[in-house]
């Protein structure tokens, strides 16, 4: 599985930002999805999760009631909608991929992951 992210950019605090990850590859349905983010200077911190149908879901505590993952597996995509963003949002976003169909929390129970797309809240 191949990851695309894109959606990333800069937004002033309280805005709104729409990341997709486009996957390669026909078994898309198969996998867990997650979103991870990186701020400079910090460990890789999960954000999101999806099951592979879409009906489960998790999310970090900082983003919690702000940030909402979704998928179309139609269209191979998973995408994470960001409202009410803060400065502290800042970071590389990376969507990530998993051979099991359910959602996970944690950073090594992916197996691929896209190339990242920045996002910066000026504040």
């Known amino acids: 599985v191949q990851l695309q992210a894109s959606g990333g950019g800069l937004v002033q605090a309280g805005g709104s930002l729409r990341l997709s990850c486009a996957a390669s590859?026909?078994?898309?349905?198969?996998?867990?999805m997650g979103w991870f983010r990186q701020a400079p200077g910090k460990e890789r911190e999960f954000a999101a999760t999806?099951?592979?149908?879409?009906?489960?879901?998790r999310y970090g505590d900082p983003v919690k009631g702000r940030f909402t993952i979704s998928r179309d597996n139609a269209e191979n995509t998973v995408y994470l909608q960001m409202n009410s963003l803060k400065p502290e949002d800042t970071a590389v976003y990376y969507c990530?991929?998993?051979?099991?169909?359910?959602?996970?929390?944690?950073?090594?129970?992916?197996?691929?992951w896209g190339q990242g797309t920045q996002v910066t809240v000026s504040s």
């Open positions: 999806i099951n592979w149908s879409g009906d489960s879901t």
């Open positions: 990530a991929a998993r051979s099991g169909s359910s959602y996970y929390t944690l950073a090594r129970g992916y197996n691929y």
């Open positions: 590859g026909r078994t898309f349905s198969r996998y867990g």
